[in-house]
């Protein structure tokens, strides 16, 4: 009786560490870190429902410019998913998992969702800031994911937000994938959430977390700079709260 009760009192420690684990927190936000498959269970649950859910993947970045405004750390906090799509977030928040480093370095996340996507033959959407942009996203997806049902490729340059909310409505998409820049991209989804009718939108911002040969990726410097801004504020947060 003694062991299964010790039994018992080691699963409930086990998955009260799991759920320790599930969210970091990072300059006062709430991070999830959840496993790929953890994060593909979410992603299912989304696309069973018929409001639209928003996942942003998050880069050190979109964690600047969130503890510098208010208003858009705001709208980061209420993402229904967010990803990691740096290495460097969980290294500066503390994390260990090298199961959590591998896939956040190989973008697993990613990979695993568009081939779900194109498993489940979901219609997708692209949307993109500008022309030239847009067609570098395209021409990617399409190399590397030919057989994502893509119904619509968009672009903000030359259009208001009601006429690409009407395009997109238009072709009946499953799933938005943003590719504009932030903090607009959570400006537009979250201002245009009930006319929407997708299922789930992803915004992935400039640094598209599909691979290292994606052209879009901000220059090395630029992303070196960031993270050392990152850890900076970080440290600086981490003092001031007494840690």
């Known amino acids: ?38 994060s593909m269970k979410r992603v299912e649950e989304f696309l069973q429902t018929d409001s639209l859910s928003i996942i942003g993947i998050i880069t050190p970045g979109i964690l600047i410019e969130a503890e510098q405004s208010q208003e858009y750390g705001g709208l980061i906090g209420q993402l229904n998913l967010s990803i990691i799509g740096n290495k460097e977030i969980l290294e500066a928040a503390g994390g260990e998992s090298e199961e959590r480093f591998t896939q956040i370095q190989d973008n697993s996340f990613m990979k695993a969702f568009l081939n779900y996507l194109i498993q489940k033959e979901m219609q997708v959407v692209l949307l993109a800031d500008k022309m030239a942009e847009r067609d570098i996203f395209y021409k990617y997806i399409y190399k590397k994911y030919p057989q994502l049902n893509v119904t619509g ?91």
Do not use: C
């Open 153 to 243: 490729v968009f672009i903000l340059e030359d259009a208001g937000e009601d006429d690409i909310v009407n395009l997109i409505n238009g072709v009946s998409a499953d799933v938005l994938l943003s590719m504009l820049s932030s903090p607009y991209q959570e400006e537009f989804v979250f201002r245009n959430r009930q006319k929407l009718g997708a299922k789930l939108w992803v915004g992935l911002g400039k640094e598209i977390p599909f691979g290292s040969h994606m052209e879009l990726k901000p220059g090395f410097l630029g992303r070196l700079l960031e993270k050392r801004v990152l850890k900076k504020k970080i440290s600086r947060y981490q003092s001031e709260k007494g840690d």
């Open 1 to 38: 009786m003694k062991l299964h009760e010790n039994s018992v009192i080691l699963r409930i420690t086990e998955k009260r560490m799991v759920n320790m684990n599930e969210k970091l927190e990072i300059l006062g936000f709430e991070i999830d870190n959840l496993s790929v498959d953890e």
